[in-house]
């Protein structure tokens, strides 16, 4: 399998500021999350992907190919969805997305079949002889990445696909994404600065800070429990317990609603139980913690940030 992204050393200035630090990065094709706050350089990666902005320093190739020497190559297998609502508005749906295709390099005949075919796809089916200016702004987002579908990419940027979406059109944008590489075989990097989006459509993640990437892998692994981290609640006697715990030598947090126990390297959790049980504390809840993606984000940045 090629490898679908390869970054090395990759530095992009704006003037004074360094919006990206020297990024490496390699990603295997499938469904990509790229998190970050905003202003980390996610736009500019994907862009320097795209070669629409050139970085000063380092390479960058894309489906095995150089993206700096041979930027139309690349972009001729790449679907982009731009941040923003970068649509013509008199066209209709079906005008938009033949142009596209056209762009693209699809003869006529072959561009105007191929858009009513991603059209329908995208759920416009019924909508797509209506100018996009009567479009909701849910609907106008699926034109766009009708546009960015209709060309058949191997690889999809899409760049905030939900921004300005309500929760229903948002959850409806995320349901298309997911089923993209199953559905067309394309590779997709969902750049976005909103976890539960990544979350629910990706496979893997790249989180970038201060044009820095700070975690790459897969989301289970940014997810999963720490070792040794527990979060533990009583009946009302959480106090009590925090200070047994203490008392005993262990690390404990309070948080809104329970305690969270970092026990020592290879110590049974059933200590934990039994020194309560000795206090005559009755515990309720006892289970490794979860870390929510959100609380994974922030901690990993907040690591990147301090080192
Ligand atoms: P993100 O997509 O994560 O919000 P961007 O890649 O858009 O981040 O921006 C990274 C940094 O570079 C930000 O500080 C932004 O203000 C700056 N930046 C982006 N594009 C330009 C530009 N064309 N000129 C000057 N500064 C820019």
Redesign the pocket.
Known sequence: MTTLLQLEGVEKQ??A?R?LKGVNLTLEPGRIGLL?P????????LKSVLGLVRPEHGSLSVLGMDALRQPLEVRAHIGYMPEGDAILPDLTAVEFATLAAELAGLPRAEAVARAHQVLHYVGLGEARYRPLHSYSTGMKQRARLAQALVGDPKLLLLDEPTSGLDPRGREEMLAIIRDIPERTGASVIL?THILHDVETTCERVVV?SGGEIVFSGDLDALTRPEAGLYEVRTHGRDADLAKALRAAGQTVEDVPGALRVRLAEAEAPTNLLKLALDAGIQVRHLAPLERSLEEAFLETVAKAEAQ
Not at 38 to 45: D, E, M, P, R
Request: glycine share 26%; net charge positive; no cysteine.
């Open positions: 704006y003037g500021l919006a970050g905003n202003g980390a350089g996610k736009s500019t990666l750049s970038l």
